[in-house]
């Protein structure tokens, strides 16, 4: 049979289309008279044909192997990502940045064609995440990873020559996470001496029951990132070079005394990033013999889920910088008023000069921000404290000192009422800037016009006052009454943001009162307090709090 390259040239000049056609009606004519081997050779040649006709209809056939490795180094890498505990609201289980690929999500890339397995089987990335299923033989795919460092995935069951695979590959595992510990020889496991692992996620991996300590990993010291959940016990391991630790979801039966878990955290000097979910200690009272663990690195301290007191029990056993920031969210009741001393000490606190109080339902969210940290308090009470209002919020931040205090509400929910607004502000003396919203309006306006009445009532030199209009206007009518109010007041200066998707009812009222101090803004979303670098930062354990602040 002749090549397509060796044919006529008349050939060349019939459209692709008629030459088709002509070839379809001679085969139907011929068929019956052919050999078996022509029709074998015949066939042979349409099918290669044929494959060549789809390769060209396929996008991804004009694509180049380079092209298509970039892409297929896009495969995505769920297992810690999506594994997450309903109890907890549906939170992910350990850190999100590890980019673990498993073989089952690799394997069906090689079954496409030929050209998809050469290439697929060339990108040693996609072959680093040994996972214990055992699709492939283990050495295979750490051939194919060509020497490069391996993380190891383990969920429930544990085969028994994988355990036997690790022993001898250990020096080459540099990521380990192993979650829902179903076989009763995983002590051994996490015994192993892995020299170069350098991130761990242990979830439900409890050894015997009486043990609070134990060396993990062969006592390894090249940790740099740990999560640790449900786990009844704590590393025996100095780690000087963990930064990031995560422990969450402690058991009933706890990680023994307050003592044993500030030793811990000694042995963790340059942790960078802390956060601890529904830990608890065991104990509500004070240990001064314990001492305080010092984390003179630690930029980012996440407290949440916990009880009552148990934050004083914390923060008074460790020592952090003053450039820390400290977020607590609590688990159901408000802080108390020994927590809220105990936050009052933290040094963050020291710099702070703006605040802002967001109600919701019925109880506060406090954030008190300086230039570089802040402290952000979840559940923070002050409605039924006895006048003076902010009695609670006095104790954690120098009221006087504030420069910029935001008095917010999220939607549907009733503003903060005249009295207490009124005895937060009383002890302020330098605020410049007061942001309220739309539904707060009247009841800041209410407490300006008392406190012209009344020469007793002190309330500070108010420059700019922000309004946020989250809700729909009930009555513009009275915006144009409170703007009066304000330029009798001697406000310098009013802006009153509004979101773009709301009517714009302010500005014909406005335009007609002729109020020069008053600025209109258009925003796609409601703003919130400018935050710093290390209170704006998203990390794989550090939320940034926009999440918190918003008012939607």
């Known amino acids: 049979m002749l090549d397509h390259t060796t044919l006529a040239s008349p050939i060349d000049d019939i459209p692709l289309l008629q030459l088709a056609e002509w070839l379809q009606a001679r085969l139907a004519r011929e068929v019956g008279t052919m050999s078996r081997s022509v029709l074998e050779q015949v066939a042979s040649s349409y099918k290669a044909v044929y494959l060549e006709a789809q390769y060209a209809l396929d996008a991804t056939y004009r694509l180049s192997p380079e092209v298509l490795g970039l892409i297929f180094r896009y495969v995505p890498g769920t297992p810690l990502n999506d594994l997450t505990d309903q109890s907890i609201g549906g939170r992910p289980l350990c850190f999100k940045d590890h980019d673990l690929v498993r073989s089952r999500d690799v394997v069906p890339l090689t079954h496409v064609c030929r050209r998809w397995r050469a290439i697929t089987i060339g990108l040693p990335e996609l072959w680093t995440t040994i996972d214990g299923t055992k699709q492939i033989p283990y050495d295979v795919q750490a051939m194919r990873s060509r020497t490069r460092p391996l993380k190891v995935f383990i969920h429930s069951y544990l085969r028994s020559e994988f355990r036997r695979w690790l022993r001898t590959h250990a020096s080459d595992v540099q990521e380990f996470h192993y979650i829902y510990a179903a076989n009763a020889d995983r002590y051994a496991v996490l015994m192993t001496d892995y020299p170069n692992v350098r991130a761990a996620t242990l979830v439900d991996n409890n050894i015997r029951i009486r043990d ?21 016990w704590l590393p025996t391991n100095h780690f000087p070079h963990l930064t990031r630790l995560y422990l969450g979801n402690q058991p009933e039966h706890g990680t023994g005394s307050m003592a044993e878990f500030a030793a811990f955290l000694a042995r963790c000097p340059n942790l960078v990033d802390l ?92 954030t008190a921000l300086g230039h570089t940290s802040g402290v952000y308090i979840q559940k923070f009470d002050i409605k039924d404290e006895l006048p003076p209002r902010g009695g609670k919020l006095a104790k954690i931040i120098p009221l006087p000192h504030l420069e910029e205090l935001w008095l917010v509400e999220r939607q549907s929910c009733e503003p903060m009422p005249s009295e207490v607004l009124r005895d937060l502000l009383r002890p302020i003396r330098a605020l410049r800037k007061l942001v309220i919203t739309s539904e707060g309006l009247p009841e800041l306006n209410h407490v300006l016009r008392f406190t012209n009445i009344d020469a007793t009532a002190r309330h500070p030199p108010i420059h700019e006052i922000h309004i946020l209009v989250n809700s729909p206007p009930k009555n513009s009518r009275i915006v144009v009454k409170c703007m009066k109010d304000f330029k009798a007041a001697k406000i310098a200066k009013v802006v009153i943001v509004i979101p773009k998707d709301y009517p714009a009812v302010y500005e014909p009222a406005l335009a007609v009162a002729g109020f020069d101090f008053v600025e209109l803004r258009r925003t796609r979303a409601m703003p919130c307090i400018e935050l710093p670098s290390v209170c704006a930062t998203r990390s794989e354990l550090w939320p940034s709090w926009d999440n918190f602040l918003t008012l939607a």
């Open 212 to 232: 609070t300590q134990c060396e993990l990993f062969g006592g390894s010291t090249s940790l740099r990132s740990l999560c640790m959940q449900g786990i009844s």
């Open 275 to 366: 956060i601890l979910l529904h830990w608890h200690f065991g104990q509500v009272t004070l240990t001064p013999e314990i001492g305080s663990a010092q984390l003179p690195q630690l930029r980012r301290l996440t407290l949440q889920g916990f009880h009552q007191g148990e934050i004083m029990i914390f923060l008074s056993h460790i020592y952090v910088p003053a450039d820390a920031a400290l977020c607590v969210r609590m688990m159901h009741n408000p802080v108390d008023l020994l927590d809220v001393v105990a936050v009052s000490s933290f040094p963050a606190l020291e710099s702070c000069n703006r605040v802002q109080i967001i109600k919701s339902a019925s109880v506060f969210s406090m």
